[in-house]
């Protein structure tokens, strides 16, 4: 684990828990897996709050625990990889608003805070929180009828059960088989009106599943990818293979297994909103092959024609382009084309570089000795055979090693994030009290507002905020606005690299 991946974990601790869970986590971080007895050694914190702070890492699924080597202590350790979803929390709910509608996000946004929570406590608890906002209509009934919809689309899962193995005391956490619940809508409309709770005989616990997401998230960008290099109909296409991948192959395979065109026919008829798709399917999934960026190919005729889909291989290609992209904004476009020519060409010499790039002499060297310096391309000297009477001359071939520079891009994100994040933090620290009047400000006109009052009373209450004050307001909005966009747009870089580094690398 690197430094600038614990500097991120510390900060997104710090923004989302507070300064003791940080401490406790930059604690396990640095020295990995430790019993409470020295966590509480090397913090300097009391043993409640070190309890504390590792039941709420626990909690959220961002530390782990097993027994040491006596099987009577537990050893704890942190999960940054979990840790660093916790800013991607706005993509799972807008993916659920997009997908499902308002009522799944609210179940999602709730579970999310929650982490782990029973069906019936999450669905009374929103009924109950939105049973007088006619503009959204929330109705347990509904609730419920989503719910089992999220868990049947795998969105939702139960929560790992403890077991205890013979001769140990620390409990092990089994994953089960997520069973669709059998909710009955009397018993959430009893507990509802009562508003109490803890009568309910429910004691299934359910928490998001993660993986389900990025699932999609990786479908998104393939979809996408596609479309944008060959058009909507190629991008439709591009979502029927992979829909049929799922049928019989595992989520996160390498390759997909053999896909018939046949079948994605079937689905084109369904598709009524896309004649021309229906009508050129042929020609399409040849274009696909041919010009898709690899994503696909044909692996044989049978049955129309047999493909494949390229997981690990579209994993590589969007590593390319992220890499492209990261040459291009940290060392401009010439330092670009000189590392996509060393990608071409895998093993290129110096003075082949200065020919291909079109480039000056002095300003190719240059480039290219900043790129290596950079890390993004490495050098392996060779030599060739002495002729009779003289010496062996060496050569330098330039390459590109990808796992390593992939490795050297994420290190960047790690850092910009960081980065990011620390400047955000500085904003809202720096304006606090102005943020916090502007929210006061929009509470009360918005109760004055349903109470219907008059207007000047509103404009009164609106111009305790001076212009002064909203042009400082505006101006915070703005960089928190910038800043939040970078945030989203790093941490899309890092789900390429985490997609990438997922499949062993030969």
């Known amino acids: 684990m690197s430094h600038q991946l614990g500097r991120v974990v510390s900060v997104i601790l710090h923004r989302y828990f507070g300064e003791i869970v940080q401490k406790v986590g930059d604690d396990l971080f640095t020295y990995g897996s430790k019993p409470i007895g020295m966590i509480v050694k090397t913090t300097g914190l009391t043993r409640t709050l070190v309890i504390e702070s590792l039941r709420t890492l626990l909690k959220f699924d961002i530390a782990a625990f097993e027994p040491s080597a006596n099987e009577l202590i537990a050893d704890y350790k942190l999960l940054p990889e979990n840790v660093l979803l916790l800013i991607r929390y706005p993509r799972y709910l807008l993916q659920m608003k997009t997908k499902y509608g308002s009522e799944a996000e609210l179940l999602i946004e709730e579970l999310l805070q929650q982490a782990t929570c029973t069906a019936t406590v999450l669905l009374v608890t929103i009924a109950t929180k939105y049973k007088d906002d006619k503009e959204k209509n929330i109705t347990i009934l509904n609730l419920k009828e989503m ?43 009893q507990a509802m009106s009562a508003g109490n709770l803890s009568e309910v005989n429910d004691n299934i616990y359910w928490r998001v599943n993660y993986d389900r997401f990025h699932q999609d998230f990786r479908d998104e960008i393939m979809i996408k990818a596609i479309t944008r290099r060959i058009d909507e109909n190629a991008g439709e296409l591009m979502k029927f293979l992979l829909e049929q991948m799922y049928l019989n192959s595992p989520v996160w395979a390498k390759e997909s297994s ?11 008829r369904r598709a009524t909103d896309k004649p021309l798709l229906q009508q050129y399917l042929d020609q399409y999934l040849k274009v696909l092959e041919e010009s898709g960026g690899g994503f696909v190919r044909r692996a044989g005729d049978a049955s129309g024609g047999m493909y494949v889909v390229r997981v690990k291989f579209a994993a590589e290609q969007l590593v390319h382009a992220a890499l492209d992209h990261v040459v291009t904004e940290r060392l401009g476009s010439k330092a670009a084309r000189i590392f996509r020519l060393i990608r071409t060409k895998k093993y290129i010499e110096e003075e082949d570089i200065q020919k291909n790039a079109m480039l000056v002499n002095k300003e190719c060297k240059q480039l290219t000795y900043k790129l290596l310096e950079e890390h993004f391309i490495s050098c392996q000297p060779m030599r060739k ?3 009779s009477g003289g010496l062996a001359k060496a050569i330098y071939l330039y390459h590109i090693k990808l796992h390593e520079v992939a490795h050297t891009a994420q290190e960047m994100c790690y850092r910009a994030l960081h980065n990011v994040l620390r400047r955000g933090s500085h904003e809202r620290g720096a304006h606090a009290r102005l943020v916090d009047k502007q929210k006061r400000v929009r509470t009360i006109v918005h109760g004055m507002r349903l109470r219907g ?16 004050e909203l042009a400082v307001l505006q101006g915070v909005e703005k960089r928190l606005k910038q800043l939040s966009a970078a945030e989203l747009e790093l941490d899309r870089n890092l789900f390429i690299f985490k997609w990438y580094f997922t499949y062993p690398q030969t």
Request: hydrophobic share 40%; glycine share 2%; proline share 8%.
């Open 385 to 387: 055979a002495a002729s």
């Open 258 to 268: 053999l896909v018939s065109a046949l079948d994605v026919r079937d689905q084109c």
């Open 453 to 468: 009052e008059a207007q000047q009373n509103i404009d009164d209450v609106e111009e305790t905020l001076t212009p002064p």
């Open 147 to 189: 719910f089992i919809s999220l868990v049947t689309a795998a969105y939702i899962q139960q929560t790992p059960v403890a077991e205890l193995k013979e001769g140990s005391e620390i409990p092990t956490l089994v994953p089960v088989a997520t069973i669709v619940p059998d909710l009955d809508t009397r018993t959430l409309m």
